[in-house]
């Protein structure tokens, strides 16, 4: 099912050449990272390579939205003190707002990223929250979940205008308007983008299934989460500026359900404050968001 709706994809996109690539200075680091002993030496001299990559990451994760509580002055600290994989995540956050860093005529690029860094933080701090193992997964997870619209927006925006037309018209869903127009939807093409930049596969199948979280097989915790987290940001008003006209206080709870169907520790958690604990992230992420663009909105 996954491989044809992926075939659908590559036979629409798969020929656009200027289609984004990870940054050579992120596949040479994600390489090294991934190698059996990675030295945090060597990593942190090729993380300096790219002074524009180093001032980002040092920025970022002295921000009030990564949340450590000392200030980190150097690569090299940060590599130390906060560990491989909260690296990666920086690298990721860093570079993919680069790779992306041009509005489409119709998805404002900080309302975009807005979205997004909102999820990632989120879907973390429910991951903290529910004690599960790989916290660093469900923030890159919520990350990345919607990159499949900034490719619609960005690389078919004609087909993306028809979308936006029809989501506000007929007030459906951006999957319905998307499915009924393309034959696939955003969760296809993120998940297709993340296969052909090899990342982990657990990411591509998240990608597949945020908007279908029953059906999914692989981790249906960390879907469920990072899908509770984007309805969190939703309902905050963090959406990408184009906002879906159902609401989504019932797929909040349904949702709610699912996860404490699969995961009994949420049913000792009060739903109400859980929702409401997260109003102040959503200002921290505004205000790392709009630092890092330093655009009027
Ligand atoms: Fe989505
Ligand atoms: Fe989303």
Same mark, same amino acid.
Not at 84 to 103: A, G, P
């Given at each position: 099912m996954k491989a044809e709706r992926h075939a659908l994809v590559e036979d629409t996109l798969g020929e656009i050449e200027? *289609?984004? #690539? /990870?940054?050579?200075?992120?596949?040479?680091?994600?390489? =090294?990272?991934?190698? =059996?002993?990675?030295k945090i030496e060597e990593l942190a001299d090729l993380i300096m390579t790219?002074?524009? /990559? &180093? #001032?980002?990451?040092? !920025?970022?994760?002295?921000?009030?939205?990564? %949340?450590?509580? +000392?200030?980190? &002055? !150097?690569? +090299? $600290?940060s590599v130390v003190y906060l560990g491989? +994989?909260?690296? $990666?995540? *920086?690298?990721?956050?860093?570079?993919?707002?680069? #790779?992306?860093?041009?509005?489409a005529p119709l998805l404002k690029r900080v309302r975009f990223w807005e979205h997004s860094f909102g999820v990632a933080l989120c879907s973390r701090l429910i991951a903290q929250r529910l004690r599960y193992p790989d916290e660093e997964m469900a923030y890159l997870a919520g990350l990345l979940h919607d990159i499949g619209e900034v490719i619609l927006a960005l690389y078919l925006h004609p087909v993306f205008k028809k979308v936006v037309e029809k989501v506000v018209d007929e007030k459906i869903s951006f999957c319905a308007a998307e499915e009924a127009i393309l034959g696939f939807n955003h969760t296809d093409v993120g998940s297709w983008l993340v296969s052909r930049w090899k990342l982990p596969p657990g990411l591509s199948a998240v990608i597949s299934h945020h908007h279908n979280i029953q059906e999914a097989t692989q981790d249906p915790l960390l879907v469920g989460m990072v899908r509770m987290a984007d309805l969190i940001c939703l309902y905050? =008003?963090?959406?990408? %500026?184009?906002? $879906?006209? $159902?609401?989504?206080i019932p797929e909040i709870l349904s949702t709610w359900q699912y996860l404490g169907g699969t995961f009994p520790k949420l049913q000792k958690i009060k739903m109400k404050p859980f929702l409401q604990e997260f109003n102040q992230q959503i200002e921290l992420v505004k205000g790392m968001v709009r630092a890092v663009y330093t655009v009027d909105v």
């Open positions: 200027n *289609l984004p #690539t /990870l940054p050579h200075i992120v596949v040479q680091l994600l390489d =090294k990272m991934h190698e =059996k002993n990675p790219d002074q524009v /990559l &180093t #001032t980002q990451m040092i !920025s970022l994760v002295n921000s009030a939205f990564w %949340g450590l509580n +000392r200030e980190v &002055t !150097s690569i +090299r $600290e491989l +994989r909260q690296v $990666e995540n *920086l690298i990721y956050s860093v570079s993919l707002t680069n #790779t992306f860093e041009q509005d905050h =008003k963090l959406d990408f %500026g184009i906002a $879906e006209s $159902e609401s989504v």
